[in-house]
């Protein structure tokens, strides 16, 4: 698997998780947090994937 392909599945779960979290408090999927969220988890994604790939 290449660092490009690494990078792309960790930033969509990240934003998949981020963007799921309001709803545990009762927010909606379409709510400022969980764009907020989206956005922070896509680069929290991205940074765990770059740090992953730079191992190996």
């Known amino acids: ?31 400022l947090s969980a764009v907020l969220l989206t956005a922070v988890g896509g680069l929290l994604g991205i940074y765990v994937a770059f740090k992953i790939s730079q191992n190996f």
């Open 1 to 31: 698997m290449s660092r490009k392909q690494l990078i792309y599945i960790f930033m969509i779960v990240g934003g998949s998780i981020g963007g799921y979290i309001p709803t545990l408090w009762g927010g909606s999927f379409f709510s």
